[in-house]
């Protein structure tokens, strides 16, 4: 077929655009390793490079239309949102480069960078991670988020094991950040994928899992157009593929009992020809607990080297087993956790106050127990140049020189064998424990050991297997990041017991390390549910019965049926919220539909008990204040049990009932149910409710379960907007439906008062459940935080179409000693940023769309800020200028002008003050 010119190079071009995303697609799915031979690959990759230079030089340079921006990003650039030893800038897809990419943890306590590379915190690029998915900035590694607390320099995946006659290991890092041995796919085919949970409504809730979800997937096996590629540290060879594809899926809930948790589950499969013999896999944490001043700034970005933090005070351990929570102490009972874990030596703690900069402990666990012959192993180390320094546990039958000195596993061989020796280190305040003469340990230099107990950058690796892997098969892999906030509660411990003596057994008694290990207990629990036969087979776990004598006193499932079920118990959806600025306040409605109707996944009840509503001055749980409260009236059934152990006593009886439940079954009349004076708050235990026919085994008394403010609109100032709507019929008819499709019966509204105009304000409403305190679990509230609106108290458009007030501006004079920030006015949730970079004059009674300008008294233009608001956000009435010229230089002390010019021309004007 004859073409052209123009025509055959357009056509070339789509044909090697064709065969280039088909190309991609072997790699991705071949993975090179597994193409019939090096003369096939030599081949196929100089066709295509021929064939691309064909297209290159008969491709015309004339001007031609403008490419479509978002199709320039998606077809021919790589998005690089990471910058590493220099390292930057976007990577051309036509040379088939990794899509690396970078995001963000951010539901509960936990909020860390996640890499589509293996590696969870960015180590030497802090402070410049962005969510490749949003663009947003993504915390360092916080721990408990918004407390400006940091848990976490870097940590990734190890994975071993025996090829042939080679010991391979690929690593997400190590001590070298730079390096990286599991990259992912060329973009888009690298992308992680997020779901969630939250808004049933969104494309991210379909198959999610959690409330945040990312799916990621990376391999070992290119090399070739790996930029990061590495070698041996100490064989000073490149880099040897096991020829595995990781597939890591991770889930994080907001729930109290939840929100110390992140899971992971990682499904390693063999992708090569050959057998993997002996694999373990690893997770490696340098967890550094500190604060986010505790760096030096100055050293960031110039190496692949980690830079001094204040991290080099931390102390690590391991906890096998604990007491079990929620049983009877009597029968003693053990979980078994295998948990390691950091802390900061002493917490920084304030003898004034009592308080601690750092109170906070992070490990990590696996949840599933052991199905063969695997183990669990933790090795920790102190590196150091100084051979001396280089420190780490060594056993007398394993013993070891590393690279330097026993400490850090420099190398493939060195880093298998920590994985794969199958020891438990002692914990790092009982190095000086280890004496001459100890039947089991190598004996450190004392003065070494000593110096660690009080602290040291400790990083570790724990590790689970063997494992053994052929072709196409695979294993997964499931652990969880813990933490606890509240590790540390003595402010002196340390200095008495670890520094001005040495008693490690007494300094580990006065931590909250139960705390610490309830969490980890939490986690295997929501991972397989005890007492849930998931797969129906008649099987739901491993149980334990606690005996007194004859009297069976409990029975508790303390271990699943080994399917995962990925399921935390959670409160009720949060209902639909809409917040409406007023000239004096704010109008809160919401709906409860799905609140309301939705069952609990483990009781099967509909568990809704009420209504809250919080209004905040930031976004952080702590400073959201409850304004209203609306619960259902139900009442607790107390019943007593003479053959409770160790004494006779009231206990719970099943799940909170309504008033007339509680009539039907107690009320004394004739009919029962209609009881008039039937009050179950008449009884107590010194003065219980008596069956008379069963005087010793029917006795009973009652409690509000909650506060009962059930009366809308008069015990509490939340109302019906519907007040004499009727349940809705099924299928609803449309006069059942508010005019944005919602259900009437399901909505309700309430009015804030007496806010300050000049404030930005966070308001939510949230739903919760009446929980099951036999379980162990208090009542679920859906999250303060997550779906919050930002508003300020301004009248909204609709309410000011005919005519807007004068706009003004606060503060004026603006004053450098002002407090502003401490008054909250400005830097709320910018706690990281100095104070140059939060400064703020806000403009109120804006035009939703106008053009703002500032001028000097000789009519120069300092700043001009376009503002485009739609008129239905909150916020279309407001702005604020950072006090940065359009020079991007921050102004100077002097008089000012300001101009708002609408979109009819119309222009208001006026002067503020700066005083720097």
């Known amino acids: ?54 297209a290159q030089s008969e491709t015309p340079q004339s001007a031609g239309p403008a490419r479509d921006s978002s199709r320039a990003q998606t077809d021919s650039v790589v998005p690089r949102v990471d ?18 990419c970078v995001v963000g943890h951010s539901i509960g306590k936990f909020a860390f960078p996640m890499s589509n590379f ?34 976490l320099n870097k940590g990734g995946i190890w994975i071993g094991g025996v090829v042939g006659i080679d010991t391979l290991v690929s690593t997400g890092t190590d001590m070298d950040v730079c390096d990286r041995e599991l990259i992912p796919d060329i973009w888009p085919f690298g992308k992680p994928v997020r779901r969630s949970s939250i808004d049933p409504f969104s494309p991210e809730y379909k198959d999610a899992v959690s409330e945040q979800d990312y799916i990621i997937t990376y391999t070992d096996t290119i090399s070739k157009d790996n930029p990061f590629a590495s070698s041996d540290a100490v064989d000073r060879k490149p880099h040897r593929p096991l020829n595995v594809r990781v597939t890591q899926k991770s889930y994080v809930w907001s729930y109290d009992y939840a929100d110390d948790l992140v899971f992971f589950t990682c499904r390693v499969e063999n992708i090569g020809r050959k057998a993997i013999k002996d694999m373990y896999f690893g997770v490696y944490m340098d967890i550094d607990i500190r604060r986010p001043s505790d760096i030096n700034l100055s050293q960031l970005g110039t190496g692949c080297g980690k830079p001094p933090t204040g991290g080099r005070d931390d102390l690590t351990g391991f906890v096998y087993s604990y007491p079990t929570p929620y049983t009877d102490p009597i029968c003693n009972f053990v979980d078994t956790v295998q948990l390691a874990y950091t802390y900061d030596h002493d917490g920084e703690g304030n003898t004034y106050t009592g308080l601690f900069n ?141 520094n001005f003596r040495y008693l490690p057994n007494t300094y580990l008694k006065a931590t909250n390390l139960p705390d610490l290990v309830k969490n980890a207990a939490w986690a295997g629990r929501i991972y397989d549910n005890p007492g849930v036969d998931t797969d129906s087979d008649g099987y739901a776990g491993k149980f334990r019965i606690c005996y007194y004598d004859t009297n069976v006193v409990e029975t508790t499932y303390y271990e699943g049926d080994g399917v995962p079920d990925w399921h935390a118990a959670s409160p009720p959806p949060a209902p639909k919220v809409w917040v409406t600025p007023k000239l004096d306040g704010l109008h809160v409605r919401f709906n409860g539909k799905e609140s309301e109707t939705t069952r609990d996944f483990l009781s099967s009840v ?54 007339q439940e509680l009539k039907c079954r107690f009320g004394k009349r004739e009919d029962p149910c209609h009881d008039e004076y039937f009050n179950p708050l008449a009884y107590s235990a010194a003065s219980p409710w008596i069956n008379p026919w069963f005087p010793t085994d029917s006795i009973f008394y009652f409690t509000r379960h909650d506060y009962n403010a059930s009366v809308l609109g008069v015990q509490t100032p939340i109302r019906k907007r519907f007040p004499n709507e009727p349940p809705p019929s099924v299928p609803p008819t449309p006069d059942q439906l508010t005019d944005d499709g919602y259900l009437k019966y399901y909505e309700y509204e309430m009015d804030v008062t007496n806010l300050l105009p000049t404030l930005l304000y966070y308001v939510n409403v949230t739903a919760f459940d009446f929980g099951s305190p036999k379980a162990g679990l208090l009542p679920m509230e859906s999250s303060r935080q997550v779906g919050a609106k930002s508003l300020y108290v ?27 920030r401490s008054g909250s006015y400005e830097g709320l949730g910018q706690s990281d940023l100095i104070a140059d970079r939060v400064r703020a004059i806000h403009f109120v009674n804006l035009p939703p769309t106008c053009t703002i300008r500032i001028l000097s008294l000789d009519g120069d233009l300092i700043r001009e800020i376009k503002h485009d608001v739609d008129p239905s956000d909150p916020k279309c009435h407001y702005d604020m200028w950072d006090l940065i010229s359009r020079n991007t230089q921050m102004v100077v002390s002097g008089l000012y002008y300001w101009t708002v010019e609408d979109t009819q021309g119309k222009v208001q004007i006026g002067k503020f003050v700066i005083l720097m």
């Open 1 to 54: 077929m004859f073409l052209p010119a123009p025509a055959k190079c357009h056509m070339l071009s789509v044909l090697i655009w064709t065969d280039f995303v088909s190309t991609a697609r072997i790699v991705k799915v071949l993975h090179w390793g597994e193409l019939p031979g090096r003369i096939l690959r030599t081949g196929f990759l100089l066709l295509l490079f021929a064939v691309s230079a064909v």
């Open 794 to 820: 301004l009248a909204d458009s609709e309410q000011l179409k005919e005519e807007l007030p004068p706009v003004y501006i606060y503060p004026n004079p603006y004053r450098i000693n002002g407090g502003y």
């Open 118 to 151: 293996a590696r969870w915190g960015m180590g030497a690029i802090e402070g410049r991670s962005a969510d490749c998915l949003t663009g947003a900035r993504i915390p360092d590694g916080d721990y408990p988020r918004g407390m400006n607390a940091m848990f």
């Open 358 to 498: 750092l109170p906070s402990a992070v490990g990590v666990r696996y949840l599933r127990p052991s199905t063969g012959g695997e183990s669990v192993s933790y090795n920790w180390w102190i590196p150091n140049s100084n051979a001396s320094y280089d420190f780490g546990p060594q056993t007398k039958e394993h013993y070891r020189v590393m690279s330097s000195g026993t400490g850090a596993p420099r190398g493939d061989r060195n880093k298998y064998f920590v994985m794969s020796n199958g020891e438990i280190d002692y914990d790092q305040i009982r190095a000086a424990s280890i004496k001459v003469g100890d039947p089991v340990w190598m004996p450190p230099n004392l003065d070494i050991a000593r110096q660690y107990t009080r602290g040291g950058d400790n990083q570790w690796v724990l590790a689970t297997g063997p494992y053994d892997v052929n072709p196409g098969e695979y294993v997964d892999i499931p652990f969880a990041l813990v933490g606890s906030d509240n590790f540390h509660v003595d402010v002196l411990n340390f200095f008495y017991n670890l």
């Open 606 to 659: 509909v568990d809704f008990e009420g209504y809250r509503v919080y209004v905040g001055r930031d976004s952080r749980a702590e400073s959201f204040s409850l304004v209203a409260s609306y619960d259902r009236e139900n009442y607790d059934i107390y019943r007593f049990n003479p053959r409770k152990k160790p004494k006779p006593d009231f206990e719970l009886d099943g799940f909170p009932v309504t008033l």
């Open 83 to 100: 910058t590493l030893g220099g390292r930057s800038g976007p990577l051309s897809a036509a040379a088939a480069a990794p899509g690396f």
